[in-house]
């Protein structure tokens, strides 16, 4: 009898190390291929903010440039305005012919300390203008 016993307890710890490392195999490939998926799926939402910001500075140039990032700025109201993490990923998706200045952190809160951001396109400037608040975000036609 004692010795059945055993040889059912060594069975059992044969198996069960087999078992977790199949449940762990398994595991272990549906969270890569989640990992796979979500970062095809940011690869696609890149892509898809790069050809939005081409599209704009391609039929507005400076003023596209600024919409474009107004837009994300918008779109993105849990998220501090003036960050200036989020304004340069923004300045980021644009085509390299639009130029950004004006992102500054002097006193490196995280927070663009103007809110003013300058894009040039060819020869022509505009100016966004990001409140504190977020809110009545603007864009003029002019240098800043
Ligand atoms: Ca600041």
């Not at 951001?117 to 100016?127: A, H, I, L, R």
């Amino acid at each position: 009898m004692k010795s059945l016993r055993l040889l059912a307890l060594v069975g059992l710890l044969g198996i069960a190390p087999a078992t977790l490392l199949a449940c762990s195999d398994d595991t272990k490939e549906k969270v890569e291929s989640a990992a796979d998926s979500a970062s095809e799926d940011a690869q696609r939402a890149l892509d898809e903010a790069k050809d939005d910001a081409s599209s704009a500075v391609d039929s507005a140039g400076a003023r596209g440039a600024a919409e474009y990032v107004r837009g994300r700025v918008k779109a993105a109201d849990d998220q501090d305005p003036r960050s200036v993490e989020l304004l340069q990923g923004y300045v980021d998706d644009l085509p390299s012919q639009a130029k950004a200045t004006g992102l500054d952190d002097q006193d490196g809160d995280g927070l663009d300390d103007d809110g003013k951001v300058e894009f040039t396109v060819g020869d022509k400037s505009s100016c966004l203008t990001i409140p504190e608040s977020g809110n009545d975000t603007q864009v003029s036609d002019d240098a800043c």
